[in-house]
Nanobody
Framework: QVQLVESGGGLVQAGDSLRLSCAAS????????MAWFRQAPGKEREFVAH????????YYGDSVKGRFTISRDSAKNTGYLQMDSLKPDDTAVYYC??????????????????WGQGTQVTVSS
């Protein structure tokens, strides 16, 4: 059982940057692909980014491509989401996930076993 804890959210202005962290409780985290999702009030959960277990492959949702960067540090059992040029539309609760249980449909549609509790990101205009 892997527990994931997100941190780094907050209130920022449009154009600012934030870096989210996802700390895992187990070293087995390094064997898992991981991803970030977000959910805004009244909206469905949205895929943000995916990174392979090795870190060699990344994949982004269209709405964040070119602005967000996913990475991981296996030695620290931690994943990251660097968010630049933030927009009010990026306001949401951000969740990290790990452990792909279904890889049908490509990285944007993978299903994950482990989820964090989420961290709020609010971008003011």
């Amino acid at each position: 059982q892997v527990q994931l804890v997100e941190s780094g959210g907050g209130l920022v202005q449009a154009g600012d940057s934030l870096r989210l962290s996802c700390a895992a409780s187990e070293r087995t985290f390094s064997r898992y692909a991981m991803a970030w999702f977000r959910q805004a009030p009244g909206k469905e959960r949205e895929f943000v980014a995916h990174i392979s277990w090795s870190g060699a492959n990344t994949y982004y949702g269209d709405s964040v491509k070119g602005r967000f960067t996913i990475s991981r540090d296996s030695a620290k059992n931690t994943g990251y989401l660097q968010m630049d040029s933030l927009k009010p539309d990026d306001t949401a609760v951000y969740y990290c996930a790990a452990g792909v249980v279904s890889n049908l449909g490509g990285p944007g549609q993978y299903k994950y076993l482990y989820w964090g509790q989420g961290t709020q990101v609010t971008v003011s205009s």
